[in-house]
Protein backbone atom coordinates (compact mmCIF):
# COMPACT_ATOMS: atom_id res chain seq x y z
CA UNK A 1 0.00 0.00 0.00
CA UNK A 2 2.64 2.41 1.10
CA UNK A 3 4.86 1.56 -1.82
CA UNK A 4 1.94 2.49 -4.37
CA UNK A 5 1.04 5.53 -2.53
CA UNK A 6 4.72 6.70 -3.15
CA UNK A 7 4.59 6.07 -6.78
CA UNK A 8 1.41 7.74 -7.17
CA UNK A 9 3.00 10.52 -5.05
CA UNK A 10 5.65 10.72 -7.86
CA UNK A 11 3.73 10.72 -10.39
CA UNK A 12 1.72 13.83 -9.53
CA UNK A 13 4.67 15.96 -8.77
CA UNK A 14 6.34 14.96 -12.18
CA UNK A 15 3.20 16.67 -13.74
CA UNK A 16 3.52 19.91 -11.48
CA UNK A 17 5.39 22.36 -13.58
CA UNK A 18 7.40 23.35 -10.06
CA UNK A 19 9.01 20.29 -9.82
CA UNK A 20 11.38 19.35 -11.90
CA UNK A 21 13.94 16.33 -10.38
CA UNK A 22 13.98 13.66 -7.66
CA UNK A 23 15.32 16.30 -5.21
CA UNK A 24 12.37 18.23 -5.80
CA UNK A 25 10.23 15.46 -5.44
CA UNK A 26 12.03 14.28 -2.04
CA UNK A 27 11.59 17.40 -0.45
CA UNK A 28 7.60 18.23 -1.33
CA UNK A 29 6.96 14.44 0.01
CA UNK A 30 9.43 15.37 3.00
CA UNK A 31 7.57 18.28 4.41
CA UNK A 32 4.03 16.72 3.86
CA UNK A 33 5.27 13.68 5.59
CA UNK A 34 6.45 15.80 8.34
CA UNK A 35 3.18 17.52 9.05
CA UNK A 36 1.34 14.09 8.52
CA UNK A 37 3.54 12.14 11.40
CA UNK A 38 2.98 15.86 13.36
CA UNK A 39 -0.47 14.74 13.37
CA UNK A 40 0.13 11.56 13.94
CA UNK A 41 2.23 11.97 16.65
CA UNK A 42 -0.23 14.63 18.62
CA UNK A 43 -3.00 12.00 18.31
CA UNK A 44 -1.41 9.37 20.14
CA UNK A 45 0.04 11.83 22.81
CA UNK A 46 -3.71 13.33 23.22
CA UNK A 47 -5.00 9.76 23.64
CA UNK A 48 -2.23 9.08 26.19
CA UNK A 49 -2.92 12.32 28.15
CA UNK A 50 -6.60 11.04 28.06
CA UNK A 51 -5.85 7.27 29.21
CA UNK A 52 -4.12 9.06 32.30
CA UNK A 53 -7.01 11.67 32.75
CA UNK A 54 -4.48 14.96 31.87
CA UNK A 55 -5.12 17.18 29.64
CA UNK A 56 -2.61 17.87 26.38
CA UNK A 57 -2.01 20.75 24.97
CA UNK A 58 -1.43 20.36 21.20
CA UNK A 59 1.34 21.80 19.67
CA UNK A 60 -0.29 22.78 16.52
CA UNK A 61 -3.32 25.54 16.79
CA UNK A 62 -6.61 24.15 15.13
CA UNK A 63 -6.70 26.09 11.68
CA UNK A 64 -2.88 24.66 11.13
CA UNK A 65 -3.72 20.88 11.76
CA UNK A 66 -3.49 18.54 9.06
CA UNK A 67 -7.63 17.52 10.11
CA UNK A 68 -8.07 21.05 9.67
CA UNK A 69 -6.71 21.93 6.66
CA UNK A 70 -5.46 19.01 4.82
CA UNK A 71 -8.10 16.03 5.50
CA UNK A 72 -10.80 17.36 7.26
CA UNK A 73 -13.05 13.97 7.91
CA UNK A 74 -16.73 13.32 7.31
CA UNK A 75 -18.77 10.61 9.53
CA UNK A 76 -17.48 8.03 7.83
CA UNK A 77 -13.82 8.98 8.42
CA UNK A 78 -13.33 9.50 4.87
CA UNK A 79 -11.67 13.08 3.25
CA UNK A 80 -14.59 15.62 3.53
CA UNK A 81 -14.35 16.75 0.06
CA UNK A 82 -16.79 19.49 0.46
CA UNK A 83 -14.88 21.01 3.42
CA UNK A 84 -11.27 20.67 1.93
CA UNK A 85 -9.14 23.04 0.30
CA UNK A 86 -7.91 22.56 -3.31
CA UNK A 87 -7.06 24.69 -5.82
CA UNK A 88 -6.08 28.72 -5.76
CA UNK A 89 -7.67 28.25 -1.90
CA UNK A 90 -5.10 25.90 -1.39
CA UNK A 91 -1.89 27.22 -2.75
CA UNK A 92 -2.68 30.59 -1.12
CA UNK A 93 -3.38 29.05 2.47
CA UNK A 94 -0.15 26.84 2.50
CA UNK A 95 2.25 29.27 0.77
CA UNK A 96 0.38 32.60 2.54
CA UNK A 97 -0.75 31.39 6.00
CA UNK A 98 0.59 27.61 6.85
CA UNK A 99 4.18 28.09 6.10
CA UNK A 100 4.52 31.65 8.30
CA UNK A 101 2.84 30.41 10.90
CA UNK A 102 5.00 26.77 11.26
CA UNK A 103 8.53 28.82 10.81
CA UNK A 104 7.28 31.17 13.61
CA UNK A 105 7.91 28.64 15.85
CA UNK A 106 11.68 28.75 15.56
CA UNK A 107 11.57 31.96 17.78
CA UNK A 108 9.32 30.65 20.68
CA UNK A 109 10.88 27.29 20.75
CA UNK A 110 12.49 26.69 24.75
CA UNK A 111 15.70 25.30 23.07
CA UNK A 112 17.13 23.60 19.24
CA UNK A 113 16.18 20.26 20.59
CA UNK A 114 13.11 20.91 21.37
CA UNK A 115 9.94 19.43 18.41
CA UNK A 116 8.96 23.11 17.98
CA UNK A 117 12.46 24.21 17.03
CA UNK A 118 12.71 21.65 14.41
CA UNK A 119 9.19 22.69 12.86
CA UNK A 120 10.41 26.13 12.72
CA UNK A 121 13.99 25.99 11.02
CA UNK A 122 12.27 22.80 9.19
CA UNK A 123 9.54 25.71 7.68
CA UNK A 124 11.93 28.33 7.52
CA UNK A 125 14.04 26.34 5.42
CA UNK A 126 12.31 24.91 2.66
CA UNK A 127 9.39 26.13 0.58
CA UNK A 128 6.23 25.21 -1.53
CA UNK A 129 7.27 24.28 -4.86
CA UNK A 130 4.26 22.58 -5.48
CA UNK A 131 2.35 25.51 -7.60
CA UNK A 132 -1.02 23.65 -8.82
CA UNK A 133 -3.56 23.59 -5.97
CA UNK A 134 -5.25 20.65 -7.80
CA UNK A 135 -2.13 18.47 -7.67
CA UNK A 136 -1.31 19.56 -4.05
CA UNK A 137 -5.18 18.20 -3.58
CA UNK A 138 -4.07 14.55 -5.19
CA UNK A 139 -1.20 14.38 -3.06
CA UNK A 140 -2.45 15.11 0.32
CA UNK A 141 -5.06 12.41 -0.25
CA UNK A 142 -2.62 9.64 -0.64
CA UNK A 143 -0.26 10.64 2.34
CA UNK A 144 -3.22 11.08 4.25
CA UNK A 145 -3.64 7.06 3.75
CA UNK A 146 0.31 6.46 5.44
CA UNK A 147 0.01 5.52 9.24
CA UNK A 148 2.80 5.78 11.65
CA UNK A 149 1.28 3.81 14.11
CA UNK A 150 2.98 0.45 14.42
CA UNK A 151 6.87 -0.71 14.00
CA UNK A 152 5.75 -2.38 10.91
CA UNK A 153 4.25 0.50 9.37
CA UNK A 154 7.22 2.69 10.34
CA UNK A 155 10.14 0.19 9.05
CA UNK A 156 8.18 0.09 5.48
CA UNK A 157 8.24 4.18 5.49
CA UNK A 158 11.71 4.27 6.11
CA UNK A 159 12.65 1.89 3.37
CA UNK A 160 10.15 4.03 1.19
CA UNK A 161 12.31 7.40 2.04
CA UNK A 162 15.72 5.72 1.97
CA UNK A 163 14.68 4.81 -1.42
CA UNK A 164 13.74 7.93 -2.47
CA UNK A 165 16.61 9.46 -0.59
CA UNK A 166 18.82 6.76 -2.65
CA UNK A 167 17.25 8.11 -5.91
CA UNK A 168 18.71 11.61 -5.41
CA UNK A 169 22.20 10.11 -5.72
CA UNK A 170 22.83 11.33 -9.51
CA UNK A 171 19.97 14.03 -9.42
CA UNK A 172 21.47 16.76 -9.96
CA UNK A 173 22.65 19.88 -7.53
CA UNK A 174 24.74 18.10 -6.12
CA UNK A 175 22.01 15.38 -5.22
CA UNK A 176 25.25 12.98 -4.51
CA UNK A 177 26.20 14.79 -1.42
CA UNK A 178 23.09 13.36 0.63
CA UNK A 179 23.58 9.87 -0.03
CA UNK A 180 26.44 7.40 1.40
CA UNK A 181 26.08 3.90 0.65
CA UNK A 182 24.41 2.15 3.13
CA UNK A 183 26.69 -0.89 3.18
CA UNK A 184 29.82 0.82 3.70
CA UNK A 185 28.35 3.03 6.57
CA UNK A 186 26.90 -0.69 8.16
CA UNK A 187 30.54 -1.75 8.08
CA UNK A 188 31.82 1.42 9.50
CA UNK A 189 29.38 0.85 12.38
CA UNK A 190 29.98 -2.85 12.94
CA UNK A 191 33.89 -1.76 13.09
CA UNK A 192 33.09 0.93 15.81
CA UNK A 193 30.69 -1.62 17.49
CA UNK A 194 28.93 1.50 19.26
CA UNK A 195 27.07 0.63 22.94
CA UNK A 196 23.74 1.89 24.59
CA UNK A 197 25.04 5.08 26.68
CA UNK A 198 28.04 6.19 24.34
CA UNK A 199 26.78 9.09 22.35
CA UNK A 200 27.62 9.18 18.49
CA UNK A 201 27.93 12.46 16.26
CA UNK A 202 27.59 13.08 12.95
CA UNK A 203 28.87 16.84 11.85
CA UNK A 204 28.19 16.35 7.84
CA UNK A 205 24.74 14.06 8.49
CA UNK A 206 23.68 14.86 5.65
CA UNK A 207 20.38 12.42 4.86
CA UNK A 208 21.42 11.18 8.59
CA UNK A 209 22.30 7.84 7.36
CA UNK A 210 24.75 7.08 9.66
CA UNK A 211 22.60 7.92 12.34
CA UNK A 212 19.96 6.30 11.45
CA UNK A 213 21.89 2.62 10.39
CA UNK A 214 23.77 2.95 14.32
CA UNK A 215 20.09 3.33 15.59
CA UNK A 216 18.93 0.30 13.80
CA UNK A 217 22.51 -1.09 15.19
CA UNK A 218 21.89 -0.53 18.60
CA UNK A 219 18.03 -1.85 18.47
CA UNK A 220 19.53 -5.03 16.93
CA UNK A 221 22.09 -5.76 19.04
CA UNK A 222 20.03 -4.68 22.47
CA UNK A 223 16.71 -6.48 21.61
CA UNK A 224 15.33 -6.15 24.97
CA UNK A 225 15.93 -2.34 25.61
CA UNK A 226 14.47 -1.06 29.19
CA UNK A 227 12.15 2.11 29.19
CA UNK A 228 15.41 3.91 30.66
CA UNK A 229 17.38 2.57 27.69
CA UNK A 230 14.72 3.51 25.11
CA UNK A 231 14.97 6.99 26.28
CA UNK A 232 18.42 7.18 26.03
CA UNK A 233 18.58 6.20 22.83
CA UNK A 234 15.40 8.71 22.14
CA UNK A 235 17.56 11.73 23.66
CA UNK A 236 20.79 11.14 24.32
CA UNK A 237 22.75 9.75 21.56
CA UNK A 238 22.45 10.76 18.37
CA UNK A 239 23.30 14.24 17.06
CA UNK A 240 24.09 15.50 14.13
CA UNK A 241 24.58 18.94 11.96
CA UNK A 242 24.03 19.75 8.51
CA UNK A 243 24.98 23.23 6.38
CA UNK A 244 22.52 22.72 3.55
CA UNK A 245 18.68 23.34 3.73
CA UNK A 246 17.28 20.59 2.39
CA UNK A 247 19.83 17.71 3.46
CA UNK A 248 18.75 18.86 6.71
CA UNK A 249 15.01 18.86 6.26
CA UNK A 250 15.68 15.28 4.79
CA UNK A 251 18.07 14.29 7.59
CA UNK A 252 15.29 15.27 10.01
CA UNK A 253 12.17 13.62 8.10
CA UNK A 254 14.43 10.18 7.63
CA UNK A 255 15.59 9.94 11.51
CA UNK A 256 11.84 10.44 12.36
CA UNK A 257 10.66 8.10 10.14
CA UNK A 258 13.27 5.42 11.71
CA UNK A 259 11.55 5.64 15.13
CA UNK A 260 13.74 9.11 16.62
CA UNK A 261 11.24 11.35 17.65
CA UNK A 262 12.54 14.93 17.88
CA UNK A 263 16.50 14.31 16.31
CA UNK A 264 19.59 16.12 17.60
CA UNK A 265 20.42 17.80 14.26
CA UNK A 266 21.03 21.68 14.06
CA UNK A 267 21.28 23.38 10.75
CA UNK A 268 24.11 25.05 10.83
CA UNK A 269 27.94 25.34 9.43
CA UNK A 270 30.21 22.96 11.39
CA UNK A 271 33.25 24.69 10.22
CA UNK A 272 32.01 28.47 11.45
CA UNK A 273 33.07 26.85 14.89
CA UNK A 274 36.68 27.81 16.35
CA UNK A 275 38.16 24.60 17.39
CA UNK A 276 39.45 26.48 20.39
CA UNK A 277 36.11 26.72 21.80
CA UNK A 278 35.06 23.01 22.00
CA UNK A 279 35.11 21.95 25.76
CA UNK A 280 34.81 18.48 27.33
CA UNK A 281 31.27 18.76 27.29
CA UNK A 282 31.25 19.30 23.59
CA UNK A 283 32.67 15.64 23.07
CA UNK A 284 31.44 12.23 21.84
CA UNK A 285 32.27 8.88 21.95
CA UNK A 286 31.80 8.09 18.52
CA UNK A 287 32.56 10.14 15.24
CA UNK A 288 31.24 8.78 11.77
CA UNK A 289 30.93 11.06 8.84
CA UNK A 290 31.04 11.30 4.92
CA UNK A 291 32.20 15.24 4.99
CA UNK A 292 31.92 16.70 1.53
CA UNK A 293 35.15 17.27 -0.59
CA UNK A 294 36.17 19.03 -3.02
CA UNK A 295 34.68 22.04 -0.90
CA UNK A 296 36.31 25.28 -0.93
CA UNK A 297 35.87 26.89 2.42
CA UNK A 298 36.38 31.28 2.85
CA UNK A 299 39.45 32.67 4.60
CA UNK A 300 37.89 33.38 7.87
CA UNK A 301 36.68 29.58 8.30
CA UNK A 302 40.08 28.68 8.21
CA UNK A 303 41.31 30.99 11.20
CA UNK A 304 38.98 28.60 12.86
CA UNK A 305 41.26 25.46 12.30
CA UNK A 306 45.59 25.25 13.48
CA UNK A 307 45.92 23.44 10.05
CA UNK A 308 44.54 26.12 7.44
CA UNK A 309 43.30 24.73 4.08
CA UNK A 310 40.53 25.35 1.63
CA UNK A 311 39.99 21.87 1.13
CA UNK A 312 36.75 21.35 3.40
CA UNK A 313 37.15 17.18 3.91
CA UNK A 314 40.77 18.33 6.07
CA UNK A 315 39.02 20.92 7.71
CA UNK A 316 36.22 18.31 9.08
CA UNK A 317 38.84 15.82 9.96
CA UNK A 318 40.24 18.42 12.16
CA UNK A 319 37.10 18.92 13.89
CA UNK A 320 36.78 15.14 14.16
CA UNK A 321 39.58 15.06 16.13
CA UNK A 322 39.08 17.60 18.39
CA UNK A 323 35.43 17.00 19.16
CA UNK A 324 35.85 13.22 19.87
CA UNK A 325 36.65 12.28 23.82
CA UNK A 326 40.01 10.82 25.03
CA UNK A 327 39.33 6.99 24.29
CA UNK A 328 36.66 8.13 21.31
CA UNK A 329 36.39 5.77 17.87
CA UNK A 330 36.01 7.38 14.69
CA UNK A 331 35.25 6.27 10.53
CA UNK A 332 35.58 9.03 8.48
CA UNK A 333 35.13 8.80 4.63
CA UNK A 334 37.64 11.08 2.76
CA UNK A 335 39.44 10.74 -0.88
CA UNK A 336 41.92 8.17 -0.92
CA UNK A 337 44.22 11.25 -2.06
CA UNK A 338 44.57 12.84 1.54
CA UNK A 339 46.91 9.50 2.15
CA UNK A 340 50.05 10.81 -0.04
CA UNK A 341 49.32 14.69 -1.03
CA UNK A 342 52.09 16.41 -0.65
CA UNK A 343 50.90 20.03 0.46
CA UNK A 344 52.04 21.39 3.67
CA UNK A 345 48.32 20.89 5.12
CA UNK A 346 48.22 17.05 3.80
CA UNK A 347 51.46 16.36 5.61
CA UNK A 348 50.59 18.18 8.67
CA UNK A 349 47.22 16.42 8.81
CA UNK A 350 48.47 13.54 8.35
CA UNK A 351 51.32 13.73 11.10
CA UNK A 352 48.91 15.19 13.52
CA UNK A 353 46.38 11.86 13.29
CA UNK A 354 49.32 9.69 13.79
CA UNK A 355 50.74 11.26 16.91
CA UNK A 356 47.31 12.05 18.60
CA UNK A 357 45.33 9.17 17.51
CA UNK A 358 46.05 5.79 16.66
CA UNK A 359 45.00 4.76 13.07
CA UNK A 360 44.33 1.21 13.40
CA UNK A 361 42.38 0.68 9.46
CA UNK A 362 42.51 1.68 6.66
CA UNK A 363 39.97 0.47 4.25
CA UNK A 364 40.60 0.90 0.40
CA UNK A 365 37.41 1.70 -1.40
CA UNK A 366 36.88 1.11 -4.95
CA UNK A 367 36.05 3.09 -7.65
CA UNK A 368 32.49 3.44 -8.12
CA UNK A 369 31.90 2.87 -4.50
CA UNK A 370 30.22 6.43 -5.08
CA UNK A 371 27.90 6.11 -7.87
CA UNK A 372 28.69 9.34 -9.81
CA UNK A 373 31.11 11.09 -7.67
CA UNK A 374 33.90 9.75 -10.14
CA UNK A 375 36.48 9.87 -7.30
CA UNK A 376 38.34 6.73 -5.12
CA UNK A 377 37.70 7.11 -1.30
CA UNK A 378 39.32 5.47 1.69
CA UNK A 379 38.07 5.29 5.39
CA UNK A 380 40.11 6.09 8.00
CA UNK A 381 39.33 4.27 11.70
CA UNK A 382 41.06 6.06 14.82
CA UNK A 383 41.12 5.99 18.73
CA UNK A 384 42.37 9.08 20.33
CA UNK A 385 44.47 9.54 22.90
CA UNK A 386 47.48 7.23 21.76
CA UNK A 387 50.11 7.51 19.29
CA UNK A 388 50.03 5.01 15.89
CA UNK A 389 51.88 2.57 15.96
CA UNK A 390 51.00 0.27 13.16
CA UNK A 391 48.03 0.54 10.45
CA UNK A 392 46.11 -1.89 8.88
CA UNK A 393 45.30 -2.00 5.51
CA UNK A 394 42.64 -3.58 3.57
CA UNK A 395 41.95 -3.09 -0.42
CA UNK A 396 38.38 -4.13 -0.99
CA UNK A 397 37.86 -5.68 -4.42
CA UNK A 398 34.55 -6.57 -5.05
CA UNK A 399 35.59 -8.70 -8.14
CA UNK A 400 33.40 -6.52 -10.41
CA UNK A 401 32.57 -2.90 -11.80
CA UNK A 402 30.38 -1.34 -9.73
CA UNK A 403 27.82 1.68 -10.87
CA UNK A 404 24.10 2.13 -10.53
CA UNK A 405 22.89 -0.94 -11.86
CA UNK A 406 25.15 -3.15 -9.99
CA UNK A 407 26.14 -1.11 -6.17
CA UNK A 408 28.04 -1.88 -3.20
CA UNK A 409 26.20 -4.39 -1.41
CA UNK A 410 26.80 -5.42 2.79
CA UNK A 411 28.24 -9.14 1.07
CA UNK A 412 31.35 -6.88 -0.12
CA UNK A 413 32.64 -6.21 3.04
CA UNK A 414 32.23 -9.43 4.96
CA UNK A 415 35.54 -10.21 4.52
CA UNK A 416 36.70 -7.09 5.90
CA UNK A 417 34.47 -6.93 8.64
CA UNK A 418 35.58 -10.35 10.04
CA UNK A 419 39.50 -9.62 9.02
CA UNK A 420 39.38 -6.39 11.04
CA UNK A 421 38.27 -8.18 14.59
CA UNK A 422 42.33 -9.37 14.20
CA UNK A 423 43.76 -7.80 11.99
CA UNK A 424 44.27 -10.46 9.80
CA UNK A 425 46.41 -10.39 7.09
CA UNK A 426 45.62 -11.72 3.25
CA UNK A 427 46.21 -10.76 -0.26
CA UNK A 428 43.81 -7.74 0.13
CA UNK A 429 45.04 -6.87 3.84
CA UNK A 430 48.09 -6.06 5.14
CA UNK A 431 49.86 -4.12 8.28
CA UNK A 432 52.10 -1.04 8.21
CA UNK A 433 54.79 -0.31 11.02
CA UNK A 434 54.29 3.77 11.60
CA UNK A 435 58.50 3.70 12.51
CA UNK A 436 58.99 2.47 8.16
CA UNK A 437 56.94 5.65 7.56
CA UNK A 438 58.72 8.83 5.90
CA UNK A 439 59.27 11.13 8.98
CA UNK A 440 59.31 14.22 6.43
CA UNK A 441 55.63 13.23 4.47
CA UNK A 442 54.02 10.88 6.61
CA UNK A 443 52.71 9.13 3.47
CA UNK A 444 50.21 6.17 3.84
CA UNK A 445 49.86 5.53 0.21
CA UNK A 446 48.00 2.34 -0.74
CA UNK A 447 50.93 -0.03 -1.51
CA UNK A 448 49.58 -3.72 -1.62
CA UNK A 449 52.73 -5.86 -1.12
CA UNK A 450 50.85 -8.73 -2.26
CA UNK A 451 50.50 -7.22 -6.09
CA UNK A 452 48.90 -3.87 -5.63
CA UNK A 453 45.84 -2.92 -8.03
CA UNK A 454 45.48 -4.58 -10.85
CA UNK A 455 43.46 -3.17 -14.00
CA UNK A 456 40.19 -4.29 -14.51
CA UNK A 457 38.87 -4.99 -17.92
CA UNK A 458 34.74 -4.53 -18.10
CA UNK A 459 33.48 -6.43 -20.68
CA UNK A 460 31.82 -5.54 -23.84
CA UNK A 461 28.51 -6.53 -22.55
CA UNK A 462 28.76 -4.18 -19.52
CA UNK A 463 30.24 -1.53 -21.64
CA UNK A 464 26.99 -1.79 -23.70
CA UNK A 465 24.45 -1.71 -20.51
CA UNK A 466 25.66 1.17 -19.57
CA UNK A 467 25.28 2.99 -23.01
CA UNK A 468 22.36 1.77 -23.21
CA UNK A 469 21.47 3.15 -19.51
CA UNK A 470 22.94 6.37 -20.32
CA UNK A 471 20.91 6.81 -23.22
CA UNK A 472 17.80 6.02 -21.40
CA UNK A 473 18.73 8.78 -19.03
CA UNK A 474 19.77 10.96 -21.33
CA UNK A 475 15.94 10.31 -23.13
CA UNK A 476 14.16 10.74 -19.82
CA UNK A 477 15.68 14.66 -19.56
CA UNK A 478 15.24 15.93 -22.93
CA UNK A 479 11.66 14.20 -22.91
CA UNK A 480 10.94 16.09 -19.49
CA UNK A 481 12.37 19.37 -21.31
CA UNK A 482 10.06 18.80 -24.32
CA UNK A 483 7.32 18.88 -21.64
CA UNK A 484 8.28 22.59 -20.23
CA UNK A 485 8.59 24.13 -23.72
Given at each position: ?????????????????????????????????FLKYLDALEHDKATEAALDGRKYTHILDAPYR?????????????????????????????????????????????????????????????????????????????????????????????????????????????????????????????????????????????????????????????????????????ERTFYGKEKKSLAYVIGVMNMILHGIEAPNII???????????????????????????????????????????????????????????????????????FLSNTDNASVSLRQKLLEECNLHTVLDCPGGT????????????????????????????????????????????????????????????????????????????????????????????????????????????????????
Amino acid sequence: MFEQAFKNIDDVLWKDAGCTSELDYTEQTSWLLFLKYLDALEHDKATEAALDGRKYTHILDAPYRWESWAAPKDKSGQIDHNNALTGDDLIQFVNGKLFPYLHGFKAKATGPNTLEYKIGEIFGEIKNRIQSGYNLRDIIDPIDGLRFQSQTEKHELSHLYEAKIKNMGNAGRNGGEYYTPRPLERAIIHVLKPRIGESIYDGASGSCGFLCESYIYLKETNPNLTTAQARILQERTFYGKEKKSLAYVIGVMNMILHGIEAPNIIHTNTLTENLADIQDKDRYDIVEANPPFGGKERKEVQQNFPIRTGETAFLFLQHFIKILKAGGRAGIVIKNTFLSNTDNASVSLRQKLLEECNLHTVLDCPGGTFIGAGVKTVVLFFEKGTKTRKVWFYQLDPGRNMGKTNPLNDADLSDFIDRQRTFAESPKSWSVDVAAIDPKTFDLSVKNPSGGEEIAHRSPQEIMDEIAALDAESAEVLAGIRRLL
